[in-house]
């Protein structure tokens, strides 16, 4: 009776891995999309500059363009309830496994960002602090493609188009709240 259980696990663990593997190419296959998109139609970095007014006005007009691509942006377009209930899964299993001390320990110890108002497709607030994902952390998230990337914020995971300094989508509550 032992052995079946255990076989009955092995084969549900099995399934929700292929049901992750399946969820996670959807998202990233999202991710792709979007940053095809916002390349081909927006342009790419701020060229580089010496000067921070020109540079400012650059990565404006980049984030203008890349808003203007997708006028009825949402959350959930690219962060699905799937990939965000994956997401929650994966961050928590990191958070409770063998590197689990050392993550929550870089998350208390980083700059906090609170009292910010996310909204998709608007720039991430100028002179708030990037608080960047823990190295271990982001071991266990979705690779993302050159100029994404994933910041927290509270207990928010971001995904942060860096170019045009927008917030492409985020998912609430995807970090457990953290014991001090």
């Given at each position: 009776?032992?052995?079946?259980?255990?076989?009955?696990?092995?084969?549900?663990?099995?399934?929700?891995?292929e049901?992750?593997?399946?969820?996670v190419k959807?998202?990233?296959?999202r991710?792709?999309?979007?940053?095809?998109?916002?390349?081909?139609?927006a342009?790419?970095?701020?060229r580089?500059?010496?000067?921070?007014?020109k540079?400012?006005?650059s990565?404006?007009?980049?984030a203008?363009?890349?808003?203007?691509?997708?006028?009825?942006?949402?959350?959930?377009?690219?962060?699905?309830?799937?990939?965000?209930?994956?997401?929650?899964?994966?961050?928590?299993?990191?958070?409770?496994?063998?590197?689990?001390?050392k993550?929550?320990?870089?998350l208390r110890h980083?700059?906090?960002?609170?009292?910010?108002?996310?909204?998709?497709?608007?720039?991430?607030?100028?002179?708030?602090?990037l608080?960047?994902?823990?190295?271990?952390?982001l071991?266990?998230?979705p690779?993302?493609?050159?100029?994404?990337?994933?910041?927290i914020?509270?207990?928010?995971?971001?995904?942060?188009?860096?170019?045009?300094?927008?917030?492409?989508?985020?998912?609430?509550?995807?970090?457990?709240?953290?014991?001090?």
């Open positions: 009776m032992a052995i079946l259980a255990v076989a009955i696990g092995v084969s549900l663990n099995a399934a929700a891995s049901d992750d593997a399946l969820i959807d998202f990233e296959a991710v792709t999309k979007y940053i095809e998109l916002r390349k081909k139609d342009g790419s970095s701020p580089p500059t010496n000067s921070s007014d540079l400012a006005n990565q404006n007009d980049l203008a363009k890349a808003k203007a691509l997708r006028p009825n942006a949402s959350r959930g377009d690219i962060f699905t309830p799937e990939i965000s209930a994956c997401l929650r899964r994966k961050i928590s299993r990191a958070l409770h496994g063998h590197e689990g001390a993550i929550r320990a870089s980083a700059e906090p960002v609170h009292g910010i108002n996310l909204r998709v497709n608007e720039t991430y607030p100028d002179g708030v602090p608080q960047s994902t823990p190295p271990t952390l071991l266990h998230l690779t993302l493609p050159d100029g994404m990337e994933y910041r914020v509270e207990r928010t995971l971001v995904l942060r188009d860096v170019a045009p300094n927008l917030v492409v989508d985020f998912v609430p509550d995807a970090i457990p709240p953290i014991e001090k």
